[in-house]
């Protein structure tokens, strides 16, 4: 079965306390992986697409990486305005997108 | 930069009523879909459509349709709304099955 799971449930950081969110995946055939941001009350909003193992992308205090099993959102030196949830989902074989339940991020000034 | 608009912010409705959700994309885009969003649920597909007139089932359709009568627009209708209908409703669209890009979302309270 296609599954997603996000780990943590939550995080708090303190400013500048740099971390990793992980994103682990069963699915057959992966075609590719997304990282989403969500603001509470808003819908998600687009961050990374990954395509294969190895694969890296990058923007501003963000950082994301795919293995063959994991994706990990790398956040370096974080602020106040990074705190959201980070939503991930893999799109199998089939075009299916499967969502994993998130991280929620709060980063304490 | 894509636009998908979702035509409320806030719904309350009354058990029974018939509720449209209206969804609204600016980026010619033949792919949109409905999901809700639920606390710990994540979220979960109910419809999606790949092209004018075209729709498909998604993991939890029961108590919902769709109508896609132009490419840029895509609605949600709940027939008879209940009470374990209200969620969050965010609408997508999508070029040729890429990422996804979403509405802000109606928040829908059935009393």
């Known amino acids: 079965e296609d599954q997603v799971t996000q780990s943590p449930e939550a995080l708090r950081l303190q400013e500048g306390e740099s971390s990793s969110l992980n994103c682990s995946y069963t699915?057959?055939?992966?075609?590719?992986l997304f990282w989403y941001r969500q603001d509470p009350g808003k819908g998600p909003e687009f961050l990374f697409t990954?395509?294969?193992a190895g694969e890296e992308k990058e923007k501003e205090r963000l950082k994301a990486t795919l293995t063959k099993k994991e994706s990990f959102l790398h956040i370096t030196a974080p602020k106040p305005e990074d705190s959201a949830t980070y939503l991930c989902a893999v799109q199998a074989s089939t075009n299916k997108l499967i969502f994993g339940t998130g991280t929620l991020l709060a980063v304490q000034p | 930069d894509v636009k998908v608009t979702q035509s409320s912010r806030y719904l309350v409705k009354r058990t029974g009523e018939k509720v449209f959700l209206e969804c609204v994309q600016d980026?010619?885009?033949?792919?949109m879909f409905w999901y809700r969003q639920d606390p710990g649920l994540g979220l979960r597909l109910i419809y999606f459509s790949y092209d004018v007139k075209m729709k498909e089932k998604g993991d939890i359709p029961e108590g919902y349709s769709v109508s896609r009568e132009k490419k840029e627009r895509f609605s949600l209708i709940l027939e008879s709304a209940s009470t374990n209908q209200t969620s969050m409703y965010l609408c997508?669209?999508?070029?040729?099955?890429?990422?996804?890009?979403f509405g802000s979302g109606t928040q829908l309270s059935v009393l």
């Open positions: 699915v057959s055939g992966l075609r590719g």
């Open positions: 980026m010619d885009h033949e792919n």
């Open positions: 997508a669209s999508s070029l040729k099955r890429r990422e996804l890009f």
């Open positions: 990954l395509y294969s």
